[in-house]
């Protein structure tokens, strides 16, 4: 067992901060304290846009990383806040690096250590989760395009209401999640309305929709009651619907031996576990096309993450990065 | 006839800017070149806020100058977007006058010129309406705070999602607006999230609902209706919810001589003529406080209003305002 003659990882406090990176730095630390040379050299990464929550799509760093989107075309995204090119900012901040993309060569293998986001692991008990792959994820931003009008004048069988339209496919987007069931999750995080004033029938709307689910046919079937749903919204109010498509990935499925050496891991040192997917997309998934990958998931306190209350317990902390610890000692070996 | 040796009035072109106050000016000037001198005076005039979108309620001038709203209360109200104050924002652009509010004395009667700001005049093919009064209107602001979460990790079970429940308030108006039926109208004009973000479930919804009836009680039973859809959807989706009355005025009958002299006027100058109430609020209705009062209303151009292409044919603005030349002759008589 290689990690028998080091030290395992002790975290000081809380990570405030990313998870992932953090413990990276402690794993390296404990191995540099220990004197431990590994046959594979361990590299920490952090990606560029992980959330796209201003530049579309997410995960755009790794995925430029890896080859799935040109570097080119990245630098020229637009903030959909201020239509800044995340070209420029990069500059601006100082965090354009020379390095090529995609790169050179890709790692031996890939394992990210993650919060799980979700409610689970808690609700169950269950210190790591064992992560086999990740949910599709269909970002849509939606334009419905009416007509303004003064409240109070325009008789409502008059109306042509985007702001009502766009109300109608929330509460839609709510119903195809509960027709699909199971793991199928819709949300409207954003929306958007104009001249957005008290007395005025709005002229448009501007939301997003995004929809996951581990099983791309599902997916592709909530996309198209989407679709559905969008046309007759904008048929019976008279609107004009445009759609643009902010991210699409298809549900990935971690490396099986990879999957089996985090579980396998864990359960040595004597955590429980659990096998699920990812409802987050990750930037492990865009290593996985590259090279075997895998995650470790630890709980996240009410569930909560996206959120300024997001924590986990040291010790739930602690647990997580000495199995990354222990997975990446394994997997750094010349035999594996 | 009063108007028979003078000249009627002739627009030049459009007037482009505030109908009533720019016909206003042209009937003061019309007078003048006809060197007729009234037994009692004629003002024109103008009022603060009128619309309310930045400062509510709206109306706010008017209903300080007639005494409804104490002028150190009115000056005090802040903006709804940036916190300004309003009695600042006077000063500051110069339009925090010296004259006393309440006014020291009131007129002796009030005429107000508008475009209809709906369809109906010229679904019709009518050119003047009389106006008999004016809707009711009831502003709530809504804050519901539910839980902000990953939109991808957290089941649909467990989110509290205060946008769903504003999506489904949304829905909900324009059902009550369906059950009450006839003239009553009801409008979410306003709706932002926070945080806004295309993969977080919001953390809280804020929006207004804009309820109008020219019949009090049936305006009550829409806010009641109104109050029981809140409470319906905040236990539905264990949110939060708080409503504050951004502007609340009961309907309002303008003075029976006024609208009849109106009616007479238009009719007397050959246009046809419809008794109708306005579905907008006026500074008509706060003067209707203090002194008898009417409105007239020309056309507007497919019923458009607070929009920029808001617009009414010049001869339509030329009959209404030879109607206003010739209601300010009759009533400004010693006798009338």
């Known amino acids: 067992m290689t990690g028998s003659h080091i030290d395992t990882v002790r975290t000081g406090g809380r990570f405030d901060g990313n998870l992932g990176v953090l413990a990276g730095l402690e794993v390296i630390e404990t191995l540099e304290r220990a004197g431990i040379v590994t046959d594979r050299p361990i590299t920490v990464a952090f990606f560029t846009d992980e959330e796209g929550a201003r530049f579309a799509p997410d995960m755009l760093g790794s995925l430029v990383h890896v080859g799935g989107m040109a570097l080119e075309a990245a630098l020229d995204v637009r903030a959909a806040d201020d239509g800044a090119r995340l070209g420029d900012e990069l500059a601006r901040i100082g965090y354009a690096g020379p390095a090529p993309c995609p790169a050179a060569a890709f790692p031996h293998a890939f394992v990210e250590l993650h919060i799980e986001q979700g409610p689970v692991l808690e609700a169950e ?186 924590d986990t317990a040291v010790p739930d902390l602690e647990a997580g990065a000495n199995v990354l610890l222990h997975v990446l000692l394994e997997r750094s070996r010349a035999s594996a």
Chains 1, 2 share one sequence.
């Open 125 to 310: 008990g269950t210190t790591i989760g064992v992560v086999e792959g990740v949910q599709g994820i269909s970002w849509t931003e939606v334009d419905l395009v009416g007509r303004s009008a003064h409240a109070g004048t325009t008789p409502m069988a008059l109306r042509r209401d985007p702001g009502l339209g766009a109300a109608e496919v929330v509460v839609g987007v709510h119903a195809i999640t509960a027709e699909l069931g199971g793991a199928q999750v819709g949300t409207v995080g954003r929306l958007d309305l104009v001249p957005n004033l008290v007395n005025v029938v709005p002229a448009s709307a501007r939301f997003t929709v995004d929809l996951r689910h581990t099983d791309e046919q599902v997916l592709q079937q909530a996309e198209e009651r989407l679709r559905e749903l969008l046309a007759r919204v904008a048929d019976r109010h008279e609107l004009d619907a445009r759609t643009r498509s902010l991210a699409r990935f298809e549900p990935v499925e971690f490396d099986p031996g990879m999957v089996d050496l985090v579980e396998r891991v864990a359960q040595r040192l004597g955590h429980t576990t659990r096998r699920m997917p990812s409802g987050a997309g990750h930037d492990a998934q865009m290593l996985a096309r590259v090279c075997p990958t895998s995650m470790i998931f630890v709980p996240s306190i009410g569930g909560l993450s996206h959120n300024l209350a997001e």
